[in-house]
Structures are given as C-alpha cells and as structure tokens.
C-alpha cells in the first residue's frame, strides 16, 4: 500500500501560482496511475489531472486547467507535484492526490462520479481571491 500527504495549499491572488505536492510513502510512486482531485463544499470530486507513472507518463488535464496546471513526479523524492498558474477564484477547492495501481487515465479525470482510485491523501485548501 502507498500513503499518500498532500502539502503546498494556501491563499493566493487571482492570477498568482502555487505547487502542490504530494508526497508518497510506503512504496515508489512509479507503480501508480496517479491523479490531483479537487472538491467544493456540495459537490463532487473532480478530476484536475492524472498521469500513468506505471506505464509511459501519459498526462491527461480537464478541460479547465488545461494550459495553466502542470501535473509531473520526482522520482527522486518520491512526490507527485501539481504547478497551478494563472490561477482563477474557481480553482478555489480542497485538492486531493490520488492512486492506483492501474487506471484509464482520461477517465480519472472526466469520470462522474468520481474515478475510483485506490488510495487518497488528506487534501489541501487552495484559496484564490
């Protein structure tokens, strides 16, 4: 099993950038279809983007980020890294790192509802204002 602890979050201005990470413990996040989730007060979860790390680092985006998010690992800390730009108030959400073993990878993130995978973090506050 992989442990996943989300980190980065904060209260950013329209038009500024954060990065998110997620750092993974208990196995190597190369194994893993992984994705950045996001989520409101009353709504569903959503897929922001996703990348297949077990198979060719194939990268998928919602149609709302795409251009602005940037979705890559580092192997060597073992930590999948989300970089948000040009960043709007209705990025503002609880943003969640996810895994799985396996996936397919355009439905982790245009599923409804939300792409079953394995494993979950805790999530981060992102605030744009």
């Known amino acids: 099993d992989v442990q996943l602890v989300e980190s980065g979050g904060g209260s950013v201005q329209v038009g500024g950038s954060l990065r998110l990470s997620c750092v993974a413990s208990g196995d190597t996040i190369g194994r893993y279809c992984m994705g950045w989730f996001r989520q409101i007060p009353g709504k569903e979860r959503e897929g922001v983007a996703a990348v297949d790390n077990a198979s060719d680092g194939t990268t998928h985006y919602a149609d709302s980020v795409k251009g602005r998010f940037t979705i890559f690992q580092d192997t060597a800390d073992n930590t999948l890294n989300l970089t948000m730009n040009s960043l709007k108030p209705e990025d503002t959400a609880v943003y969640y790192c996810?895994?799985?073993?396996?996936?397919?990878?355009?439905?982790?993130?245009?599923?409804?509802?939300?792409?079953?995978?394995?494993?979950w973090g805790k999530g981060t506050q992102v605030t744009v204002s």
């Open positions: 996810a895994a799985a073993s396996g996936c397919v990878l355009d439905l982790v993130v245009t599923a409804k509802p939300t792409y079953p995978l394995d494993y």
